[in-house]
C-alpha cells in the first residue's frame, strides 16, 4: 500500500518568512496529492490540492510542487502570518474516473508563526 | 467548496454504552465515505471506507463489530461505537469525495469537523 512520509515535524518561523514542507510517497500510481490545515479541535480542511499532471499549483501566498519521478511533492507557504499557525498534512491518492481511493496521510507538520 | 457535517460535535458518555456519529454530505451525494480516528497529536488513521448501500470496508486491525457503519443514504453515513471503552475516546472524523463534474474544480475529499469522544 501507499506510504507517505512527511517532514519536518515541526516548523517555527518568523512572520512574513517562508515556509516549506516535504512529502514523499511510495505508490508511483498515486495521482491526486491535497494539502489540509488543521486546527486544534477541528477537522482538515482543504488548502490545495495538486494532480499528476502538472508539477505546479499556486493559490495566492500558498503553493505546491510535485515531481512525479522522484515522488516527491512540497507545499511553499510564503509571507507567512500568524493565523498560519495549524498542523499542516499532506496525502496521497489515487482519483478520478470510476476510482475514488482512500488518502493516506503523512506525520503532519506543526507550523508556528511567530509574530 | 463542498460541505460536511457531523453530529454530535462532542459526547461524553459512559463506559459500556453505545454512541452514534452522523455524517452529512450537505451539498453533494456520496457514494463513499470515510471513517478516520485520531488521537492526540498523532495524523489521520483511516478506520473505514463507508459504502452506499453495500457493507463497509475495515482497515486491517479495526473492529467491525465494535465500530458499525452504515451508509444507508447518499448523503448520510453513521458510525456507531458499540460498548465504549475509556481507550476508544478520540477525535473521529469523516470524509467524503465531492465529484464537482462540469467545474473547473473536479474531483477533491472533503472532512467534517469532527467528533470529540469522551468514554468514562
Known amino acids: 500500500g501507499e506510504n507517505v512520509e512527511q517532514h519536518p515535524s515541526t516548523l517555527s518561523v518568523q512572520e512574513g518568512d517562508s515556509a516549506v514542507i516535504k512529502c514523499t510517497y511510495s505508490d508511483s500510481a498515486s495521482n491526486y496529492f491535497p494539502w489540509y490545515k488543521q486546527e486544534l479541535g477541528k477537522g482538515p480542511q482543504l488548502i490545495i490540492d495538486?494532480?499528476?499532471?502538472?508539477g505546479e499549483k499556486k493559490d495566492q501566498r500558498i503553493a505546491v510542487t510535485l515531481n512525479k519521478t522522484a515522488k516527491h511533492f512540497s507545499l511553499h507557504i510564503t509571507e507567512t502570518q500568524p493565523e498560519d499557525s495549524a498542523v499542516y498534512f499532506c496525502?496521497?491518492?489515487?482519483?478520478?474516473?470510476?476510482?475514488?481511493?482512500?488518502?493516506?496521510f503523512g506525520q503532519g507538520t506543526i507550523l508556528t508563526v511567530h509574530p | 467548496g463542498a460541505v460536511v457535517s457531523q453530529h454530535p460535535s462532542r459526547v461524553i458518555c459512559k463506559s459500556g454504552t453505545s454512541v452514534k456519529i452522523e455524517c452529512r454530505s450537505l451539498d453533494f451525494q456520496a457514494t463513499t465515505m470515510f471513517w478516520y480516528r485520531q488521537f492526540p497529536k498523532q495524523s489521520l488513521m483511516l478506520m473505514a471506507t463507508s459504502n452506499e448501500g453495500s457493507k463497509a470496508t475495515y482497515e486491517q486491525g479495526v473492529e467491525k463489530d465494535k465500530f458499525l457503519i452504515n451508509h444507508a443514504s447518499l448523503t448520510l453515513s453513521t458510525l456507531t461505537v458499540t460498548s465504549a471503552h475509556p481507550e476508544d475516546s478520540s477525535f473521529y472524523i469523516c470524509?467524503?469525495?465531492?465529484?464537482?463534474?462540469?467545474?473547473?474544480?473536479?474531483?477533491?475529499?472533503?472532512f467534517g469537523p469532527g467528533t470529540r469522544l469522551t468514554v468514562l
Open positions: 495538486i494532480r499528476s499532471n502538472v
Open positions: 496525502a496521497a491518492s489515487l482519483a478520478g474516473g470510476t476510482s475514488y481511493g482512500k488518502l493516506t
Open positions: 470524509s467524503a469525495w465531492a465529484v464537482l463534474r462540469g467545474r473547473s474544480s473536479t474531483d477533491t475529499q472533503y
